[in-house]
């Protein structure tokens, strides 16, 4: 979280005195109409600012603050470059620059923006943003330091205290965030940082009530003793994220015009189907030559830890169990275990992931930074309604295989590893209902055509066209796949 967006340092009165006082006029009525919600007034005061007085760098950077709000992000880093050729050391400019670009998802200029601005003045502000900036690509020691910098130079700037708390979260470290969490209840704090508290508050209480039950999970363990606990829901974990499910419902309305193609699973898979698709998750193998030098040649015991290698591995028992789970997901509650299951396996011991477990703080995917990711303190009881009105209702076979997919990559119940748990549940759909599941190869995958479409679809207004056409190529493609390897075990 980053606090209100700061208008530009005083500047030099330039003009005559009827035009500055004009100009004041615009500021002051652009001031009031973004404190009064009205962003389009605001917009239009600040424009007339900078068109009166273009050398006042204040009209700017204000209109370039209002765009960034209104989420017009490359108007807003024109208008910053301009703010920044009148005074190339404007702290002010260089921060929120740091944020349109976030907004963009270019985290390498957004880094650099906010560290131009700490290196011009380590104001509380500035530190705070990039730490909240630095701490989302895992340099959580380094975040902290520029929390306590923060607030060692204004111990009443609540945000930084309530993004430091939640970052313990974010490090392991329970026992001190509930503390600190607790701490901060007692205070009066904006309304955006009071929920903040509460959600993460609400998400610790989940993790005490659920690790136990979620840790010691294997491919074998049954699930009862977790799904009683998933529905003995607490009542302060049953708020539901009505803007997270926003999007699925787009989805949702725009699927029932939508005319697919099936590519009917017409012979039996492979016996060897799961370990085939759990190379090709990250992916590991490439091709049929791939998987079958894998196969006469496995790495040894006692190889080199290979991350890729054993990511890959734990999709096969994560494919298998997601398999087992056919007619078992009519319920929603049943469903967020077996969810919760598949994550377990797929991202046992790797590192950075919380197996299982939906996340406890804010995350955010970077290729889309402005989308609305489920509220940690709202997790499970927001995916259960999106199970219930969205992926149950929807048609089997690949619409269904997208929504399901959607629900998990779109809430991001998980802190990581949402991907991966989706597509297993998007095979699964499409197996079960006759189709030919999905080989994602790097080219198809996440990084290439299925990511290209995903990203398509969130900016599209909802249409699920691209998504579904890049299910069908990694169909085709499997299809080729299962052929070749057949003739080649033939050979």
Same mark, same amino acid.
């Given at each position: ?39 389009a007034g605001a917009l239009q005061a600040f424009d007339a600012a900078v ?11 204000? %209109?370039?603050? &209002? ?7 490359? *108007? /807003?880093?024109?208008?910053?470059? #301009? @703010? !920044? ?44 943003? %990039?730490?909240? &900036? ?7 020691? *380094? /975040?902290?330091?520029?929390?306590? #910098? @923060? !607030? ?193 396996l797929c991202c046992d011991r790797v590192p950075g992931f919380q197996p ?93 055509e299925f990511g290209k479409a995903l990203y398509t679809v969130r900016t ?32």
């Amino acid at each position: 979280m980053s606090s209100d967006r700061p208008s530009g340092a005083p500047a030099e009165e330039t003009g005559t005195p009827d035009t500055e006082d004009q100009w004041r006029a615009i500021m002051a009525a652009g001031g009031r109409a973004a404190q009064g919600g009205d962003m389009a007034g605001a917009l239009q005061a600040f424009d007339a600012a900078v068109k009166l007085c273009p050398e006042r760098i204040e009209g700017w950077i204000n %209109l370039g603050s &209002m765009m960034v709000e209104c989420r017009q992000l490359q *108007a /807003a880093v024109n208008v910053l470059i #301009e @703010a !920044l050729k009148l005074q190339p050391d404007n702290m002010v400019a260089y921060m929120i620059m740091g944020d349109a670009q976030r907004l963009r998802g270019e985290r390498t200029i957004a880094r650099q923006c906010y560290e131009r601005a700490v290196e011009l003045e380590r104001t509380p502000d500035a530190l705070n943003r %990039l730490a909240c &900036m630095i701490r989302h690509l895992g340099e959580h020691d *380094a /975040a902290m330091a520029l929390y306590d #910098e @923060a !607030l060692d130079k204004d111990p009443q700037l609540s945000i930084a205290r309530v993004n430091r708390a939640t970052l313990h979260v974010a490090m392991g470290h329970y026992e001190e965030a509930a503390e600190q969490l607790q701490a901060l209840r007692g205070q009066k704090l904006p309304p955006m940082e009071a929920r903040e508290v509460a959600s993460c508050t609400t998400a610790i209480g989940e993790f005490r009530r659920l690790r136990d039950l979620i840790d010691p999970l294997t491919p074998s363990s049954d699930l009862g003793p977790l799904e009683s606990a998933l529905r003995d829901l607490p009542q302060e974990a049953r708020p539901v994220d009505r803007r997270a499910l926003q999007t699925i419902a787009t989805y949702m309305q725009r699927a029932g015009d939508l005319s697919v193609t099936r590519r009917e699973l017409d012979t039996p898979l492979p016996d060897d189907w799961p370990l085939i698709e759990a190379m090709h998750m990250i992916p590991y193998v490439h091709s049929v030559d791939d998987y079958l030098a894998y196969l006469h040649n496995p790495p040894a015991a006692d190889a080199d830890y290979d991350i890729e290698l054993h990511q890959s591995q734990n999709m096969e028992a994560a494919v298998i169990a997601c398999r087992a789970s056919r007619g078992d997901l009519a319920d929603p509650v049943r469903l967020e275990a077996h969810l919760r299951h598949w994550h377990r396996l797929c991202c046992d011991r790797v590192p950075g992931f919380q197996p299982g477990h939906f996340k406890y703080n804010r995350n955010v995917d970077y290729r889309n930074p402005d989308m609305a990711l489920v509220d940690p303190g709202a997790a499970s009881s927001t995916f259960r309604i999106a199970a219930e009105k969205a992926y149950l209702h929807a048609p089997p076979g690949v619409i269904r295989a997208a929504i399901a997919f959607l629900i998990v990559g779109d809430l991001h119940p998980f802190n990581d590893g949402n991907g991966r748990v989706g597509m297993a549940w998007l095979n699964r759909e499409l197996e079960w209902a006759g189709e030919m599941p999905a080989v994602f190869a790097l080219h198809l995958g996440a990084k290439g055509e299925f990511g290209k479409a995903l990203y398509t679809v969130r900016t599209n207004g909802g249409d699920l066209t691209p998504i579904l056409e890049a299910i069908g190529k990694a169909q085709d493609y499997a299809k080729r796949f299962c052929a070749e390897l057949a003739e080649k075990r033939r050979t």
